[in-house]
């Protein structure tokens, strides 16, 4: 089993709808990272949330850490065709290990 | 501009064969990682190196080796590939320091397929 795990797996919606994915540990962690790979191309890294309740801003995408530092989610208003791709969340365990959940594919259609 | 390297995109090997995955970074990176990314699996930790000859066993490092001769340098080595090591490899890259910590810059991958 994942130490992380990524809800849903794949998502098709119409560009200007809104979008959430989740990501979920049964494990407490310090610091979550969300990464974004498009094809062809390596993951990179869209934000760091370190604090639980904490809220982060990034244009049109909201991060969220959970009160109780077990999950995150990612949500997108107003989605555009540039957004699709593969959105990773992941965390450092122990042994300054990071560990990547299994994915969220997202597709925005025009 | 930061860059990780890697120094072939697209491998077809043979069962049995001998692989090489080399990766360089110029940003003067402490830690470079390798992964491997499936579909649905995300990404999975094979070894990474915090240091010039120095390495660790990530999740999954069986059928695998690296090496680490320069501090920019990073490979991965199958020494003898199977089918099930068909699959994408990422390295990456970060500065040093302890745990949770830092932002991995990876590259742009190479897809390994073993025929």
């Known amino acids: 089993t994942q130490l992380l795990e990524q809800s849903p797996q794949f998502l098709s919606i119409q560009e200007g709808e809104n979008l959430t994915v989740y990501c979920n540990s049964s494990?407490?962690?310090?610091?979550l990272q969300w990464y974004r790979q498009e094809p062809g191309e390596g993951p990179v890294l869209l934000v760091t949330?370190?604090?639980?309740?904490e809220v982060k801003k990034l244009k049109r995408l909201t991060f969220q850490f959970g009160d109780a530092r077990k999950d995150s989610s990612l949500h997108i208003t107003a989605a555009q065709p540039g957004d699709t791709g593969l959105y990773l969340c992941a965390l450092w365990a122990a042994g300054n290990k990071l560990t990547f959940g299994g994915g969220t594919r997202v597709l925005v259609k025009p | 501009d930061v860059k990780v390297t890697q120094s072939s995109r697209y491998l077809v090997k043979r069962t049995g064969e001998k692989v090489f995955l080399e990766c360089v970074q110029d940003m003067d990176h402490e830690n470079m990682f390798w992964y491997r990314q499936d579909p649905g699996l995300g990404l999975r930790l094979i070894y990474f190196s915090y240091d010039v000859k120095m390495k660790e066993k990530g999740d999954i490092p069986e059928g695998y080796s690296v090496s680490r001769e320069k501090k920019e340098r990073f490979s991965l080595i199958l020494e003898s590939a199977s089918t099930n090591q068909t699959s994408m490899y990422l390295c990456?890259?970060?500065?040093?320091?302890?745990?949770?910590?830092?932002?991995?810059?990876f590259g742009e991958g190479s897809r390994l397929t073993v025929l």
């Open positions: 949330v370190v604090t639980g309740g």
């Open positions: 990456a890259s970060s500065l040093g320091g302890g745990p949770n910590t830092g932002e991995l810059f």
């Open positions: 494990s407490v962690f310090s610091s």
